[in-house]
């Protein structure tokens, strides 16, 4: 069970265009992962409240709206998110901020969540979230939702296994597999698509996916080709990461590439549900990780050395018998050639006995 699922309670939902951003950043103690999880609704006045169901458990905590985040960002980290020439219009007294494009022409409002319009519940195994939208008299048509999730259980989307296709670097190398899914019915628990059932789902026009990750982590393969690559503008993503993580314990000399994948609906063929299968490399440099390989290092010095020792020792003693036995052979042959002179020198002349 390691599907998202996503539907909602309301009116229509259609052309809604979902962004999904999943970071993994090196960091001093072990890798930061964080999904966001981005939603354009374009037909919003509608909808009353939305359903993400997360395959683990999660608390308040483990959530962040990152609509003020943007609001308050920068026109260039604002134009790299949605990698579109926008603009940002707002009112102090409001909680919806107008995006526009270079012509001035409105394109979506971000609207600025709060604590109220979060909810969980734990039930079918892990969590769901409900995102309740604000009243009708104030809501907006053309609406944007983003907000972050952090904590452990995003490992449960990826395995992590030891490269084994050289022992000299195995200690380090690691090998990562992630299966990511929205709205794969096979592997949701019948009770939650029984309740999907009861309410609506959305009809996705579009939905981005990015895998971002450390320059130094390897693409080995994935379950079809990415549509592009590329390196994050440097020095502009930092405020953006810090609305949940504190940079101090994230390395920021890496250099961040992002992996797109992106799936499109047609008259043909409807998004009923979306996955990425992805597998690389990296290098696992955590202070244990460390530990442990100078542990093994010098245990594997010390047992080198005893039996270093032990086969110098008895190529020693073998040499030393062997010594020992060639003297004993010589000093036998040495005696007994003492023997024979001493009986020749014994031995009566037999021309002085006839004289």
């Not at 022409?105 to 979060?118: G, K, L």
């Not at 939650?192 to 939905?207: A, N, P, Q, T, Y």
């Amino acid at each position: 069970m390691n599907s998202l699922a996503i539907w909602y309670e309301g009116g229509s939902g259609k052309n809604i265009h979902l962004h999904i951003n999943f970071w993994k950043l090196p960091s001093k103690a072990r890798d930061s992962r964080f999904l966001d999880i981005g939603l354009n609704l374009p037909d919003a006045l509608e909808i009353e409240n939305i359903y993400i169901f997360i395959p683990f458990a999660i608390d308040e905590e483990n959530i962040k709206d990152l609509g003020r985040v943007i609001a308050a960002s920068p026109v260039k980290l604002l134009t790299a998110i949605f990698n579109e020439d926008y603009r940002i219009t707002s009112s102090a007294m409001s909680d919806y901020y107008r995006v526009n494009d270079h012509s001035g022409q409105e394109v979506f409002n971000i609207y600025a969540m709060n604590e109220t319009n979060f909810s969980l519940e734990k039930k079918h195994g892990g969590t769901v979230i409900v995102l309740s939208m604000p009243q009708k008299n104030i809501r907006q048509d053309k609406t944007y939702l983003r907000f972050r999730i952090t904590g452990l259980g995003l490992a449960h989307f990826s395995r992590i296994e030891k490269d084994v296709s050289s022992i000299l670097s195995s200690a380090f190398s690691k090998n990562e597999i992630l299966d990511f899914r929205i709205n794969s019915a096979r592997h949701l628990p019948n009770k939650l698509l029984e309740e999907m059932s009861e309410h609506r789902v959305f009809d996705v026009g579009k939905i981005h996916f990015f895998y971002i990750c450390s320059y130094c982590e390897n693409y080995i393969l994935s379950h079809q080709p990415f549509h592009s690559v590329r390196k994050l503008e440097d020095g502009i993503w930092k405020e953006y990461i810090c609305a949940t993580h504190n940079l101090q314990n994230i390395s920021t000399e890496e250099t961040f590439i992002a992996y797109h994948w992106k799936k499109k609906s047609n008259i043909d063929s409807k998004i009923e549900d979306f996955n990425v299968f992805l597998k690389t490399n990296f290098r696992d440099k955590n202070l244990l990780t460390i530990v442990k390989y100078v542990a093994f290092l010098l245990l594997f010095s010390v047992f080198a050395g005893l039996i270093t020792n032990f086969i110098y020792s008895e190529l020693t003693n073998k040499s030393l018998a062997k010594e020992s036995m060639d003297m004993h052979d010589n000093t036998g042959a040495a005696a007994k050639g003492s023997n024979l002179s001493t009986k020749q020198l014994s031995v009566p002349n037999k021309t002085d006995s006839k004289n």
